[in-house]
């Protein structure tokens, strides 16, 4: 179970306290060793938004470029090329393994709990503790600025409409020479549709409201974390919408929202509509998608309420 805080995440390497255990980093030596750990905390982030689910890693499958976790409360993707050190902390009480990438900038974070096997969480420690020297940090690379390519938006469009499955996409964007943002900039409706940034805490209030399952991917460059279900009891403090629940935790700072787009992307199981949320620099902060194995009901939910948001936007 979740504490009532946040689980414990620096930001930075140089953020932990002194006699951390230096570790095999590689996600194909460490996510395999969690395996029948028991429940443990999952928690990824990025500079506006945390996420933290509590239950198993299991069903660990590996790959070069990227591997994966995938379970009804844990559902995680990595990127091994950005997972570079891990540290195991004992402090005040709490266990946790710190993943970080070159610039020494958090991954993702493994908290035990009350219910995690003590026995065997410290004989992981041990079998993957290393004496390697830690490479030099690296100095953090600047976030990729929108990039679009105008005398190529028709070849965007029809491509786009032969898509059926929403991974094609960056593969489609990369081959035209754009990105995420820069491709949604020039797309037009009824691809991508500008939305206020206040409509995503009203989307969120209201969804948390009406009990509406959702998909919400939150991550940076090392990992990416991904929330099925409902989200109960969110709560509103100024410009922050955290949740915390007992398995979940989620920690939004609208503030730091800049562009949002309501996104609609054709697949084999029919029109996939997400609202993407991007910082002033063009990074990407989250997307929440409505939630496809909660049945088609739940989904025609999701897209009425983000219809009714742009609607009420464009009469304002």
């Not at 974390?225 to 009891?233: A, D, K, S, T």
Request: hydrophobic share 45%.
């Amino acid at each position: 179970m979740l504490d009532s805080a946040f689980p414990v995440m620096p930001r930075h390497i140089t953020d932990l306290p002194e006699g951390s255990v230096a570790l095999a980093a590689h996600p194909d030596r460490l996510i395999p060793a969690l395996d029948g750990l028991g429940p443990l905390v999952a928690a990824t982030a990025n500079p506006a938004c945390r996420i933290a689910r509590t239950g198993p890693y299991r069903d660990y499958q590996g790959g070069s470029h990227a591997s994966m976790v995938f379970d009804e409360a844990v559902d995680l993707r990595f990127f091994p090329a950005h997972w570079v050190q891990a540290r195991a902390v004992m402090a005040e009480g709490t266990r946790a393994i710190h993943v970080f990438d070159a610039a020494g900038d958090a991954v993702h974070c493994i908290t035990a709990t009350e219910g995690t096997d003590a026995g065997r969480w410290a004989d992981l420690v041990t079998r993957l503790a290393t004496d390697e020297a830690p490479p030099p940090l690296t100095e953090r690379p600047a976030p990729e600025a929108p990039r679009a390519n105008p005398a190529r938006v028709d070849e965007l469009r029809a491509d786009w409409d032969r898509m059926t499955d929403t991974h094609q996409f960056l593969r489609l964007v990369a081959r035209l020479k754009m990105n995420r943002l820069g491709a949604y900039r020039i797309a037009g409706e009824p691809y991508a549709r500008t939305l206020a940034p206040a409509a995503v805490p009203q989307l969120l209030r209201a969804a948390s409201a009406d009990g509406l399952p959702l998909m919400a991917f939150v991550g940076n460059r090392g990992c990416i974390q991904i929330h099925g279900g409902p989200i109960p009891g969110l709560a509103v403090d100024s410009d922050r919408l955290t949740v915390r629940n007992p398995d979940l935790s989620f920690d939004l700072d609208c503030a730091r929202i800049a562009e949002v787009w309501a996104v609609t992307k054709p697949t084999r199981a029919g029109p996939a509509l997400s609202v993407e949320v991007f910082e002033a620099d063009g990074s990407l902060i989250a997307q929440l998608f409505g939630l496809r194995r909660a049945g088609d009901a739940a989904v025609a939910a999701w897209d009425a309420l983000v219809a009714a948001e742009l609607t009420a936007e464009a009469r304002a």
